[in-house]
């Protein structure tokens, strides 16, 4: 088995070895994965941070010893926590990070740091309050970062920069926390899931107070939260239907 560390900003993770194959998701600085297949030009990964899979370009990653890899799972997350920050390298060169990306790794990298960091368990509360570092960011899918991110990647940064663990897909997310019954029971900070005709989950937000829902969808905005789902006052209709209400923590 092979171990690897993100030394780029970003890195796409696709659903199969091809540049031009589907973004499922994006890799950012500073996280660690194991190399489960190789190809001439594409390696498959797993992520050691939600497990999440996929592929990834043989240049744009950096081969590290299991021992490092062990090293950096047992590790409190260290985050960064600005929307973006820069990295130094051995050369004085500079690399962009966004933010929620991981320094744990920065004296293995031989990589400087002095910008702001996050390595603690927050209230509840917080999540809110970093929630809203994201707001307006456009939507993409696949995308984690303040420059594009999907429903569920957004949950799971405001989560991570929190101190919680939520797995990538929405419906992965959904088989987490306990279930709420009715939304009056839920707290800012919960995630409501909507479905699809087929009662599929395919979306998630984050529950403010007053009936309010942030979650990214076009971009990372803000709308009504009703028994129905969420309601876009622009719109005038409803644009989610609910399933359910999760409490994670």
């Known amino acids: 088995m092979l171990y690897a560390i993100c030394n780029l900003s970003i890195i796409p993770l696709r659903a199969e070895p091809s540049d031009k194959s589907e973004l499922v998701s994006q890799i950012l600085y500073g996280e660690v994965f ?23 370009d043989h240049k744009q990653y ?21 929307l973006l920050e820069v990295v130094q390298d051995h050369s004085q060169q500079l690399i962009t990070i966004p933010l929620g990306s991981t320094l744990n790794g920065l004296d293995l990298l031989h990589h400087h740091y ?14 809110i309050s970093t929630a809203f570092m994201y707001l307006n960011a456009p939507y993409l899918w696949g995308g984690k970062t303040p420059f594009g991110i999907d429903c569920s990647g957004f949950t799971q940064m405001v989560y991570k920069l929190n101190g919680y ?10 088989r987490q926390g306990l279930a709420l019954s009715f ?36 971009k990372v905005r ?3 939260l009703d028994h129905s789902g969420i309601y876009n006052a622009e719109r005038n209709q409803h644009t989610h239907k609910l399933r359910v209400i999760k409490k994670i923590i």
């Open 222 to 224: 803000i709308d009504r």
């Open 183 to 218: 939304i009056e029971e839920s707290e800012a900070g919960d995630l409501a899931f909507f479905d699809n005709n087929d009662g599929e989950i395919v979306h998630v937000g984050i529950i403010m107070e007053d009936n309010y829902i942030i979650h990214a969808h076009g």
């Open 165 to 174: 663990a939520l797995l990538r897909d929405a419906s992965q997310q959904a």
């Open 34 to 56: 194991k190399i489960t297949e190789q190809r001439k030009y594409w390696s498959k990964i797993k992520l050691a941070y939600d497990t999440y899979e996929g592929w990834v």
């Open 62 to 82: 950096l081969e590290i010893s299991e021992p490092q890899y062990a090293a950096l799972c047992t590790e409190t997350p260290v985050l960064s926590n600005d």
């Open 114 to 127: 002095d910008g702001k960091t996050v390595a603690t368990i927050n209230e509840k509360n917080q999540l």
